[in-house]
């Protein structure tokens, strides 16, 4: 099953949890089962158009889906999927 | 602005290097990728550091001890008891005071071969190409998305190489920017909405991150100038203190970017506090 690593800032959604295993053929699906166990997951991720919210990256291993296919980008059993939101914290 | 010609002992930028200056930089000149015509250079080279907190205190102190010649600082903040767990190039004795005028003290027992700059007032788009126009490399250590958007369209503009940095709570991330090779617009292509994101004072940081990340973007700003091995370009490097991992993701050049895609829509800075639907609370 894919693997989700999910940043500080989201682990309170899943339970703070650092890494999640999630199903799913397409990040969408994988994105909405997690959302499915752990309410509210998808929508820190997810605008309520459904589309991607473009202050957070998610990247199957190390690119960067909004490259590959979006949220229609297929995952593989093997596959870490890394949630990355805008920080800003510097000082 | 504020031009502190620090102690230079006669150095003439490009000149051969006095015989303290062989002394003290004699574990760089010894390197054969740095050697005595890179220390010159570095000594010839000027960093500018946006803002002089977690991340621009380790950067300005290895920045100095190197022997980069000019160093500026932005910040109009003053140094606060709750900065100093992290914000290392401060003192106990120096808080209420101007933090660029603790800068300046502080690199000048550094190194007094350094030249500070200090520019003791906000980063906006009325000076921000003024204050980097002269600078060969700068290095973000900004605490809020209007300035980091700021900075990454002026350096855009400007062509100047960006070290970028970020931290929250035990986690980091560090990349550089080159013109036309990508930029911060390219990672997050719109700031979230005030509020969605926590800043360090609402979330906290574990005060030896900024050690590391900073620190980094030293490394990569020396790496730059002088023009050695791989830098950070189109890469992400994420540093998780919990697990003590370094990972990286890619981060490629957005040809639909409107700052430095192929067709560009923003050719000049804007209204950054507007596009981000919020103020610079903190300082940059």
Known sequence: MPNVRVPSMLRPTVGGERSVAADGSTLRELIYNLDSRHPGFAGHLLESTGSQRRFVNIYLNDEDVRYLQGLETPVEEDDVISILPAVAGGR | ????????????????????????????????????????????????????????????????????????????????????????????????????????????????????????????????????????????????????????????????????????????????????????????PAPPPPGAVPSCAEAGVMGAMCGVIGTIQAVETVKLLLDLGDPLVNRLLLFDSLSMEFREVKIPRDPDCPLCGDNPTIHELIDYEAFCGAPVTTLG
């Open chain 2, 1 to 188: 602005m504020t031009s502190t010609n620090g102690k230079t002992n006669g150095t003439v930028r490009g000149a051969a290097l006095s015989l303290d200056q062989a002394r003290r930089y004699a574990r760089h000149i010894i390197l054969p990728e740095v050697g005595s015509i890179g220390q010159r250079k570095l000594l010839a080279s000027k960093v500018l550091l946006i803002g002089a907190g977690g991340l621009g205190s380790p950067a300005a102190l290895y920045l100095a001890a190197a022997g980069v010649g000019t160093i500026g600082i932005v910040d109009y903040d003053v140094v606060d008891l709750s900065n100093l767990h992290r914000q290392i190039i401060h003192g106990h004795a120096n808080i209420g005071r101007p933090k660029v005028d603790s800068v300046r003290e502080r690199l000048a027992d550094v190194n007094p071969d350094v030249e500070v700059v200090t520019f003791n007032e906000p980063i906006s788009s009325a000076n921000a190409m003024d204050i980097i126009k002269d600078f060969d490399v700068v290095v973000n250590g900004s605490d809020n998305f209007p300035t980091r958007y700021l900075v990454n369209d002026a350096c855009y503009l400007l062509g100047k190489p960006l070290v970028d940095g970020t931290l929250f709570r035990f986690e980091g991330r560090a990349n550089v920017y080159l013109p036309g090779k990508g930029c911060y617009r390219c990672l997050f």
